[in-house]
Structure formats: C-alpha cells, structure tokens
C-alpha cells in the first residue's frame, strides 16, 4: 500500500480557528499556494509513475478544489479524479462556524469535557462525531484501496489514519496537520514529506 495523503488547503475559518466540519468553506489565497505548493512536490515525487495512481478526494468544496490545483500543477488533467462520501471531514455538529474561544463562553463545560478527551468526545447536535467514530469509515476507505493513491481530505481524516496506523488517541487528536506538507503511507508507516 502507498498513499500520498494531503489536508486541504487553508481556508479563511481556517485561518480564524473556526470549527469547519462539513460545512464547504472555500479556499483562500494563501491555501491554493499550499496546493500549488504539494502539486510540485507531488510531480517530483511520483515522476514518471503517477499513471499508477488512483487519485481521490473529499467531496467537500474546499478538497476538491485543492485536488484540481495540485493535479494543474502536477501537469495532469485537474478534473480526472474521484471522490469518496467517506473521506469527508468530522462533523462538529452545532460547534461548526465557531471559535473555541467563542464556545468557552457558550458552553465553558462542554468544551473542558472535550479538553479532557478531544479523541472521544462527541459534540452537540445531530450526526455529531467523534474522531473514533469518524475511524470506522477512514478505517473503511484505507481498507479498501488496491493500487496506489493520492488523497486530498481534512485534518480529522488525517488523525484517525494517524490512529488507525498506531498513534496513541490523544496525540493523534492534538498532532499539528500542516496544509502545506504530504504525508506518505507504507509498509513503513506514516510520515511527513
């Protein structure tokens, strides 16, 4: 198993520190350089093999717009590639388009039971997730790749996959996911490029 697995680029309420979940938040200025950025890396990367490579992305806005600038800069045909319902990003239920700052004064408790356990912890609202519930489909997607891969998701995917390749939970869940850096999945394990 190879995959070259890549966060989004940056989004305004990322810049914010606002909660994005599911909700489809358009790239900024400074993400589609991020993405731009990955497709050189990726080019260099995968060379004269990159016909060997599923590429796939998050049906959310902001992923599939990072997905068809980094195959553009790659060289490649920006809209031949997939998507897949279950690398979309965990949802925050009714904290999505908040602050932590601004649900500290909301909701003081909730957010200390989150910071004593970010990895399990389940926020208001309905279809609400955790990270270990949002494991059970990444954890269904990595099973079911068969050829080499590109996956342009979100940083949540991306800390269950840290996870599910053997990360303690609560580092997982606080890890930094850079928008402007790949991770490559092997036999080896996960690790930054």
């Not at 998050?58 to 279950?86: F, H, K, N, V």
């Not at 949002?134 to 997607?141: D, K, N, P, Y």
Request: net charge negative.
């Amino acid at each position: 198993m190879l995959i070259y697995l890549i966060r989004h680029g940056q989004t305004d309420w990322n810049a914010e520190g606002r909660l994005q979940g599911q909700r489809d938040i358009p790239l900024n200025a400074s993400g589609r350089r991020q993405a731009a950025g990955n497709g050189l890396a990726l080019k260099s990367l995968l060379g004269e093999t990159v016909a060997d490579f599923d590429f796939v992305a998050s049906p959310l806005g902001r992923a599939r717009e990072t997905m068809e600038i980094t195959r553009r800069a790659m060289g490649l045909d920006p809209s031949a590639y997939r998507t897949d319902d279950r690398l979309v990003e965990i949802s925050f239920g009714d904290w999505e388009g908040h602050t932590l700052a601004e649900l500290r004064e909301i909701a003081p408790d909730r957010v200390a039971e989150r910071a004593r356990s970010k990895w399990n912890f389940i926020p208001p609202g309905e279809a609400a997730e955790s990270y270990e519930i949002l494991c059970w489909r990444i954890g269904s997607w990595l099973g079911s790749i068969s050829r080499p891969t590109v996956c342009i998701s979100h940083g949540g995917v991306i800390r269950t996959a840290f996870r599910l390749h053997g990360m303690a939970e609560e580092e997982a869940a606080n890890t930094p996911i850079h928008q402007d850096r790949l991770i490559r999945i092997d036999e080896t394990g996960m690790n930054w490029i």
